[in-house]
């Protein structure tokens, strides 16, 4: 049996020793990782000076909306589509995101849809891979930002047009009951904008999975699609696109006061999604 006793633990001086390093190093790491972690005063305003100079390059297809680490460059005139570029705030690593939402269903305007890092890992070599934005630097950042709007904003929202998601959430909603219905229930909504089918059945659909999961029927969710089986039952496809045009509207208001003109009139052009 070995009397070998335990070895006592090192001494911090001795841990630092093996490290090749002192209590001076050691601090000004502990310093520099605190500042790194700790949100820089005026964010904020250094943000929305960045949107600011980017815009005036960028030209009149781009409007400034929300405010503060909020702001957001929307693509303008708006169609059947919320679609901006904005910033993920995460402190001192911030990040830009785009969101291409659909205003024929109940908006989220907090809901992302890319972000730089994951477009980064998915297209390399282009200029700006791995640039990590400074909202302290507004030229560098501006002109990241214009980058970002001008190609991948701009790349996916034609890549994700009314004409091209129509096709596939067609096909998502004949596998419906291999997958939720996160993506396939735009597709009323695409049918009656497109006139390629009744809305009826997907409605009914979407109703049908939301009765098992939200209890009260008076929901926002559950009286969005309520009201959209009662305006499309009748069968009228203008009164219909008229009521998905009120709504797109409404659902953008509700969360960011913008005037008639930052609208496109989607009832006579419905083929630029």
Same mark, same amino acid.
């Not at 006793?5 to 630092?16: A, F, H, I, N």
């Not at 390093?21 to 990782?33: H, P, S, T």
């Not at 570029?85 to 989220?108: C, Y």
């Not at 004949?174 to 735009?186: D, K, M, V, Y």
């Given at each position: ?11 911090? *001086? ?23 972690? *700790?949100?820089?005063?005026?964010? =904020? ?51 830009? *995101? ?10 989220? &305007? ?40 001008? =190609? ?32 396939? *229930? ?70 960011? &006061? ?16």
């Amino acid at each position: 049996m070995s009397d070998d006793k335990p070895k006592p633990p090192k001494s911090v *001086t001795e841990v630092l020793e093996s490290l090749g390093m002192d209590r001076d190093q050691l601090r000004a790491i502990a310093k520099d990782a605190i500042a790194d972690l *700790t949100p820089k005063k005026g964010r =904020g305003a250094a943000w929305e000076k960045v949107l600011g100079a980017a815009v005036e390059t960028l030209g009149p297809n781009w409007t400034i909306i929300g405010s503060g680490l909020r702001a957001k460059l929307l693509h303008t005139p708006v169609r059947w589509f919320f679609d901006t570029v904005g910033i993920d705030p995460i402190p001192n690593r911030e990040k830009l *995101t785009i969101t291409h939402l659909p205003l024929i269903e109940p908006l989220d &305007p907090g809901t992302l849809t890319e972000w730089q890092d994951h477009y980064d890992s998915t297209h390399s070599g282009h200029d700006y891979h791995g640039r990590q934005i400074d909202i302290f630097d507004t030229v560098s950042a501006a002109e990241l930002v214009i980058w970002w709007a001008e =190609g991948p904003a701009s790349e996916l929202f034609d890549a994700r047009s009314v004409e091209a998601l129509t096709p596939l959430r067609e096909k998502q909603y004949l596998e419906r009951n291999q997958s939720g219905p996160a993506r396939w *229930t735009i597709l009323a909504g695409l049918r009656v904008i497109t006139d390629t089918g009744s809305p009826l059945e997907v409605i009914d659909s979407q109703l049908d999975y939301l009765r098992g999961r939200v209890a009260d029927p008076k929901a926002p969710l559950v009286m969005f699609w309520t009201q959209f089986r009662e305006v499309a039952a009748a069968g009228d496809r203008e009164r219909t696109l008229r009521w998905l045009d009120e709504h797109r509207r409404a659902a953008v208001r509700e969360h960011y &006061p913008l005037p008639d003109s930052v609208f496109a009139d989607v009832l006579e052009d419905l083929g630029d999604g």
